[in-house]
């Protein structure tokens, strides 16, 4: 394939950031499949960093190839979902989200910690070995999937949980294996954009998977909105654009990045994106 | 046969006993009804026999097997179906889909089936579309079946939880006040539905505050005062009952029901 020379220019200069734009939307996309059977929880940063350490050791310390890496990432997000989904998804009210949050700050303590893990330097010197077209087609498969299920029983329980969880059961929903379920698929979601965020940046550390990117990422869906898989993409993407746009502004970035999203919540409450998916299969 | 029945049933709250050591036993088929005033326990009685809410003591069968610590879910896959005296209908969904949502312990599709959309998942939503037709136009809802939920009417909404509840074709159908706020032309229309629901087979429970429409359907009348249960038999017996007349219907009642009956039987 022939690349024209200015789109391999802009393609380096913005590597960085198109690298964040596919990872942030993944993120965005674990955060949703919570949100969208009711539940609440702040624990997809852990889940990333998760996901991040425990591919960055398996690359440094096991030497072993990245096609094994990736989909291994996945793994610990995944027994760490169980282990705190069990007690607390019987539970309806904030417990997940109290408990992720609580998982977020325990692992930030243990990185810091433990030398295993590379203390407050964190781990360096990761190969970058995740390229962009692997973060692209995982987005896309992400989404893509999300729609199909969206659009099917499963993706019609979801709605129906969300909206009235005891009519939902009535009607014959696992509410619980849903919930279960949700968790368990924004897990692995966002342990593999842990692992492509380890993997093209070179290096980790506990401070990128605590408590403030868990509310960026919560930010990504409440902007977007959750009416389909693409909404909160899309909310990712503004929000990782934003500061790159209002870089001009130097100090008060940060203060016009909140107050569109104050904005946006107050005047938008259901994302930028609103309209909802249909829910028949055929 | 009894379809269902209840043993020492309690359920107790925080200094409440809301449901109090309660007997019933539903005969399969026929229109049955609990009556009571507010707060004797009939919605609690719905939630436990649905598993909305689990008993603090009791038993509860359904078709000869104990379902008292059986979820919600597991209760809706054996057959029985519920409305609510608040209305739940799922609001941001269509009327359609919210029908559809009524089917779900009945859809077997995986999730690779899903996704790949194979032929049985389409097939198997194409049949779940045509039962859910089926159901509005059982209810009279056909026109309405792309509107968003919370656009229906209150009458409607009520008609559309009776189809949600019935496209899986329950064995038991429980009516939490379906003619609460129906005026008297409306509530015929739902008498002949219940009578429809019935002639389908389907078993029908109602807790109902309107005296005519019970009295005129029932096979049999369960009647509860405090959480208890202080008398069952049909409307007949339970409109000369001194204890029903006492803490629920009043001599007023008692006897506009009767001239009413003796009227309807002259007429």
């Excluded at chain 1, 203390?119 to 989404?143: D, K, Q």
């Excluded at chain 2, 097939?123 to 089926?134: F, L, N, Q, T, Y």
Aim: proline share 5%.
């Amino acid at each position: 394939m022939i690349i024209p020379p200015w789109l391999d220019d802009f393609l380096w200069t913005y590597q960085n950031l198109i690298h964040a734009l596919g990872i942030n939307g993944l993120l965005a996309l674990s955060m949703y499949v919570v949100l969208a059977v009711g539940q609440l929880s702040l624990g997809q940063a852990a889940f990333m960093g998760l996901g991040a350490y425990s591919s960055a050791l398996m690359t440094l310390k096991l030497k072993l190839p990245f096609f094994m890496v990736l989909p291994a990432s996945c793994v610990v997000p995944v027994l760490f979902a169980l282990a705190i989904g069990v007690p607390t998804l019987r539970l309806s009210g904030v417990y997940l989200a109290i408990a992720t949050i609580g998982l977020g700050e325990v692992l930030r303590a243990v990185y810091l910690n433990v030398d295993y893990f590379g203390g407050a330097l964190g781990l360096s010197g990761i190969p970058e070995r995740a390229e962009t077209w692997m973060i692209y087609g995982l987005l896309f498969a992400a989404v893509a999937i999300l729609w199909l299920v969206g659009r099917s029983g499963v993706g019609r329980a979801m709605e129906a949980m969300r909206e009235d969880e005891t009519a939902a059961g009535v009607m014959g929903v696992n509410v619980g294996r849903y919930r279960m379920g949700a968790l368990l698929a924004s897990a692995v979601l966002a342990g593999l954009a842990g692992a492509l965020g380890a993997h093209v940046s070179s290096f980790i550390g506990p401070n990128e998977y605590g408590f403030e990117p868990a509310v960026t990422i919560l930010s990504y869906a409440l902007l977007g909105g959750i009416g389909t898989p693409l909404a909160p993409v899309l909310g990712a993407w503004i929000l990782t654009l934003l500061p790159e746009l209002l870089r001009g502004f130097s100090d008060l970035r940060l203060v016009f990045n909140g107050v569109i999203i104050v904005l946006a919540v107050l005047f938008l409450p259901n994302g930028l994106l609103s309209w909802r998916m249909k829910r028949r299969g055929a | 046969m009894i379809l269902l029945q209840t043993a020492g049933l309690t359920r107790r709250y925080a200094g409440l006993v809301a449901v109090d050591a309660v007997d019933m036993d539903i005969p399969a088929g026929g229109i049955h009804a609990v009556i009571g005033p507010n707060g004797a326990g009939k919605t609690t009685l719905f939630n436990l026999i649905s598993g909305v809410v689990p008993p603090s003591a009791g038993t509860i069968r359904f078709a000869g097997s104990a379902v008292t610590s059986l979820l919600p879910h597991e209760r809706a896959r054996l057959g029985i179906a519920r409305t609510f005296q608040n209305i739940r209908v799922f609001g941001a969904m269509t009327v359609l889909e919210n029908v559809l949502t009524g089917l779900h312990a009945h859809l077997s599709a995986t999730l690779p089936e899903i996704v790949a959309r194979l032929g049985r998942f389409r097939r198997e939503e194409r049949a779940a579309v045509d039962r859910a037709k089926d159901a509005l136009a059982l209810v009279g809802l056909s026109a309405r079946a792309d509107a968003r939920a919370a656009a229906l009417s209150y009458g409607d909404q009520r008609r559309l939880e009776i189809a949600r509840a019935m496209v899986a074709e329950p064995r038991l159908l429980l009516l939490d006040e379906p003619a609460a706020g129906m005026n008297p032309a409306e509530t015929e229309a739902l008498a002949a539905l219940v009578r429809r629901i019935r002639g389908f087979g389907t078993t029908v429970l109602l807790v109902e505050h309107d005296m005519g429409f019970v009295m005129d359907l029932s096979d049999t009348v369960t009647v509860l005062n405090f959480g208890r249960r202080i008398f069952q038999g049909t409307p007949a017996e339970v409109r000369r009952e001194p204890a029903v007349i006492e803490a629920y219907l009043g001599p007023k009642v008692a006897e506009r029901l009767a001239r009413r009956e003796a009227a309807t039987r002259a007429g």
